[in-house]
């Protein structure tokens, strides 16, 4: 299976501090992408990184993809209590239609 | 541009009984993927449809589970016979074409199966 795997399952932390939340994958991609799910809701996409890019940024977000080692994180700077929620990796596996999403990190950011 | 629409939002339904799951893409994709998410669990695929067409169905059950996509009108998940396990929440995604795009996800169905 090309479930990736995230870590840590969960994270708390005081708003303002930063969140990191890794990602790790089996095989080749054509791309990774990052989306967020708050409880009981659907998911709204964060961010896309080709399989050519090392580092994106989009406002408050930094996402890094490191193709040797299959994996990658998503840093969330000055974090807020709106930011709490679950983030999913989803991989687009090279030859596939679809993604193959991760376990997840539930994040609680505390006011 | 309304985003993509699934409906209904909660569905109950009996063991046994069907049912069925409805989504609209995005205006102008062709494109239309179903997940299911299990509670505190990840999205798993089920299959991909283009407008007439299943391209892949690789994470579908063999039984029970059915999808279409018609020409005219929303994509169609249909479950029969539902059995308690089947409770989950359906997400529908589309995308203007395949490969190295984003998916843009509709807001899910939860079904429940009493």
């Known amino acids: 299976s090309q479930q990736g795997e995230e870590d840590p399952q969960a994270l708390s932390i005081q708003e303002g501090e930063n969140a990191t939340m890794n990602c790790s994958y089996k095989?080749?991609?054509?791309?990774l992408q990052w989306y967020r799910q708050n409880s009981g809701r659907g998911l709204v996409h964060l961010i896309l990184?080709?399989?050519?890019?090392r580092e994106k940024h989009s406002g408050r977000l930094r996402v890094t993809l490191d193709t040797s080692k299959k994996s990658s994180s998503l840093l969330i700077t000055a974090s807020r209590a709106a930011d709490t929620a679950s983030y999913f990796c989803?991989?687009?596996?090279?030859?596939?239609?679809?993604?193959?999403f991760g376990t997840g990190t539930r994040l609680t950011v505390i006011p | 541009n309304a985003g993509v629409m699934q409906n209904p939002r909660h569905l109950v339904r009996r063991r046994g009984q069907e049912a069925r799951l409805r989504c609209s893409p995005m205006k102008g994709h062709s494109h239309v993927y179903w997940y299911r998410q299990l509670p505190e669990e990840g999205l798993k695929f089920m299959v991909y449809?283009?407008?007439?067409?299943?391209?892949?169905e690789s994470g579908m059950p063999k039984e029970r589970f059915s999808a279409e996509f018609p020409k005219e009108g929303p994509s169609i998940l249909r479950i029969q016979q539902v059995v308690r396990g089947d409770s989950a929440a359906y997400f529908c995604a589309s995308s203007p074409r395949w490969q190295d795009n984003e998916q843009f996800f509709g807001p899910g169905t939860r079904l429940t199966v009493l």
């Open positions: 990184i080709r399989s050519n890019e």
């Open positions: 449809l283009q407008k007439e067409n299943i391209i892949d």
């Open positions: 095989t080749s991609i054509n791309n």
């Open positions: 989803a991989m687009l596996q090279t030859g596939a239609n679809n993604l193959f």
